[in-house]
């Protein structure tokens, strides 16, 4: 619940796995790519767990995140000096599994 200027607005929030899958796909038609990409990189790493979410993934949305990759670029350098170590080691962990051939 939210209060703008008096009203009262309950607002909609996404599942952790439902925010990650809104950045992939944002990922390739925003006007700003890059701001998408450090989002969907930091979503990524706040996924201690990604066999728990395997569940809730189908196919389709598997192929969001694997349309995403080029992008996302998780194994570049640049993204060592913007990311802490352990979050950008959990970011691409989780992105490896939520795209494994073997859900």
Known sequence: MVVIEGER???QRPTLLG???LKARSLNVHS????QRE?????????SDPRSVL??????ERKWLLAAE??????DRDLDGRFDAVQLR?????????TSDRL
């Open 39 to 47: 989002d969907l990189v930091t979503l990524l790493g706040l996924l």
């Open 32 to 35: 700003r790519p890059e701001d």
């Open 70 to 75: 080029s992008k996302l670029k998780l194994h």
């Open 19 to 21: 925010a990650i899958l």
């Open 9 to 11: 607005t309950l607002l």
């Open 90 to 98: 959990v970011a691409r962990a989780s992105f490896a599994r939520l």
């Open 55 to 60: 569940p809730d993934l189908n196919p389709k």
